[in-house]
């Protein structure tokens, strides 16, 4: 089946590996040393982070012809209701009150000016779009919604849950109608890493890309370090131009000149320098939050363990049944299984667990509750879910 798609967890179900190659993950977490996340390295990540497509409009542009999509039939308030999201710092000021928001063409200058987050296009003299490509930031990276909904400062490491992807590549041209109907069945925020390797189908969240500095794995099924999944998903999802290899997924792609390889310390280091959001003041309620901490203490702490949230960093992993988790995705990976989910930013990216099933942190708790046999009372369930809202 053809590589397709997407950018999605866009470098970032990230993973770190700074061969791109998935041999023996190397130890993680922190970088190692000073110079991993010296200020230069953090700044060229950035870079890569939000502007580099790694060669990737061979993809959306020679394949799915995205470039012809967006210029003919994406005005900004389409593009606002699909969950892209614009960089209100690239606008001059005053332009959105000067401008058509029902224009494609107002997309166009958009893109001209590098406004539009995840999006690089090329437009030349007679405002025709002649490149487009993705990078990281489409999927992890959103805005703080300052001047409107959906246009405001850019807040890289937070998942765009607003964003349809699926529905986005079902705009192609190019796709026959039941690939775009299963595109067309994701829903925001949503994303299948595999569907084009495996042709499956049971798309995963959008996971943060902050807070990764003390976690060893960050993919729902802890395939790998975070350099192996921003290789696997900028060369096997973007489209970029880059090598990756991995025997037990039967994947191996090379290209030259390498596109990825050489960018990937950089963006590691910048990804984990992203800290992750604090709740806002007022968010949660202090009392109750110090009860719920005794209950997680004394039901959460055995997989949920040290500086991660995460008995992964250990190297352990999860049959589905045993957490009560629909394993229909882990089949479909090396491990077979899941790592426990790390915790950071809760408060800030529902729904919850590898699918979305739970929409609430109420629902989590109750899900493991139940499941765990934990046997908590009402009380007990809301103070966990308060002291939840602090991590």
Known sequence: MPRTPLAVLSCAWLSTFASGCAQAPAAPGPAAS???????????????????????????????????VVET???????????????????????????????PATTVALLKLNA????????????????????????????????????????????????????????SPALPPAKKAVYNGWGPGKYDPRYNIDGLNTPLVLPPAYGLKHIRNETYTGDAPISYWNAYVAVTQMGGQGNFADPRLGINVTHTPDLVTPKLPALRAYQLSLRAPAPPAGSFD???????????????????????????????????TETGMDGAYAARTVNKAYRT?????????????????????AEVVAHYDTVRGLHLTQAQRDDLVEYLKTL
């Not at 999201?85 to 224009?103: E, F, R």
């Not at 993705?134 to 964003?163: E, F, Q, Y």
């Not at 989910?341 to 942190?361: E, I, M, N, V």
């Open 34 to 68: 000073g110079q991993a996340l010296s200020p230069a390295m953090i700044a060229e990540g950035q870079r890569i982070f939000r502007f580099d497509t790694f060669g990737d409009e061979q993809l959306w542009t020679d394949q799915l012809q995205m470039h012809q």
């Open 73 to 103: 039939a994406v005005d900004p308030t389409t593009a606002l209701a699909v969950g892209l999201k614009v960089d209100a710092d690239a606008l001059p000021p005053g332009i959105l009150g000067t401008v058509d928001l029902t224009s």
């Open 116 to 171: 539009v987050v995840g999006l690089q296009a090329t437009v030349d003299a007679g405002n025709h779009i002649t490149k487009l490509g993705v990078t990281c930031a489409l999927c992890h990276s959103t805005v703080d919604d300052s001047v409107m909904p959906g246009i405001g400062h850019r807040k890289d490491g937070w998942p765009n849950r607003d964003l349809d992807v699926g529905r986005i590549i079902a705009l």
């Open 286 to 320: 202090k009392i109750a939050a110090t009860r719920g901490r005794a209950v997680f203490g004394q039901h959460c702490m055995g997989c949920h363990v040290g500086a991660s949230g995460s008995d992964n960093n250990g190297g352990k992993l999860h049959a589905p």
């Open 341 to 361: 989910t790390p915790l950071r930013g809760l408060w800030q990216h529902p729904p919850y667990f590898h699918d979305g099933s739970a929409a609430t942190l």
